[in-house]
């Protein structure tokens, strides 16, 4: 059944269905934090990162996708996030990055495919550029490599459904529930400022990377992501059709076919 769902009116009214069964789950102590992971299926790893203040359940239209295409997708709640608890340091995607790898150490990783959205895609980029031995490559999903390439802000009804679901799993989810608006305030201080590659930097990126980015994002401007796309050797960009920040849950098969066609070539 094809899911269309471009103002997230479903996700508003019924969520999102839960993930599959895990083949195994936890929780990984790393640099003041409790990470929660989630390993599903079997075969060459795909990690799947986040957006801001979401959790791993926004990639369920994802993961059995990625399970019956034969590969074992893993997905980690960003610290302070979901499941996953936080110290009380400011918050930054090298930190971010850190935990990934601590989460791919602990389940006998060495090397997988990274499927990142938003600031899941600056935690994925930051890992690559960091230990590009670990990155089979990455899918960069609606997100900034540096300040100029966000738009304005401008509220729209999808960004407030997006919102209120985030809270909800919060809510749910989280060891602290009444922290919604600390951790977002925290997070929102990270991508105000982080991260700032410079052309040069971007440059020295030497693993593929795809730049992906709505139609219509609401946050990130197309230029800036075909810009990331000149500036990584070897990149490329792709632009979805009729949709936004929220691609995987508005359109999940358009998502996927992207998604499925990128790993086959950095996963071959």
């Not at 738009?151 to 919102?163: C, D, E, N, Q, S």
């Not at 600390?182 to 201080?189: K, Y």
């Not at 980015?213 to 197309?222: P, V």
């Not at 070897?234 to 929220?246: D, E, I, K, N, W």
Request: glycine share 10%; net charge negative; aromatic share 10%.
């Amino acid at each position: 059944m094809t899911i269309e769902d471009i103002e997230l009116l479903d996700v508003e009214a019924r969520g999102v269905p839960p993930l599959p069964e895990a083949v195994s789950n936890g929780f990984v102590p790393n640099d003041g934090a409790r990470i929660w992971f989630g390993s599903f299926g079997d075969g060459p790893s795909v990690i799947l990162l986040h957006g801001g203040m979401g959790s791993s359940g926004n990639w369920a239209y994802q993961v059995p996708v990625l399970v019956a295409a034969g590969y074992r997708a893993i997905t980690i709640d960003s610290r302070g996030q979901g499941r996953s608890t936080r110290d009380s340091l400011p918050y930054s995607y090298v930190q971010m990055a850190a935990d990934t790898r601590a989460v791919m150490d602990h389940l006998g990783v060495a090397r997988a495919a990274f499927i990142g959205w938003s600031d899941g895609a600056d935690t994925a980029l930051t890992l690559a550029d960091e230990t590009p031995e670990r990155a089979a490559g990455v899918l960069f999903f609606a997100c900034n490599v540096d300040p100029s390439g966000t738009k304005p802000f401008v509220f729209t009804p999808p960004i407030g459904r997006a919102l209120d679901h985030f809270k909800k799993d919060y809510a749910a989810l989280s060891s602290t529930p009444a922290d919604f608006d600390l951790v977002f305030e925290a997070v929102g201080q990270m991508q105000r400022s982080q991260p700032n590659y410079s052309a040069e930097e971007l440059g020295r990126i030497r693993v593929p990377v795809l730049s992906v980015l709505g139609e219509n994002d609401e946050f990130i401007r197309r230029e800036h992501a075909e810009y990331i796309a000149r500036s990584i050797p070897g990149a490329q960009f792709v632009l979805l059709p009729g949709v936004s920040h929220f691609a995987m849950l508005q359109k999940p098969d358009l998502f996927n076919r992207v998604t499925l066609d990128f790993l086959g070539k950095v996963l071959a």
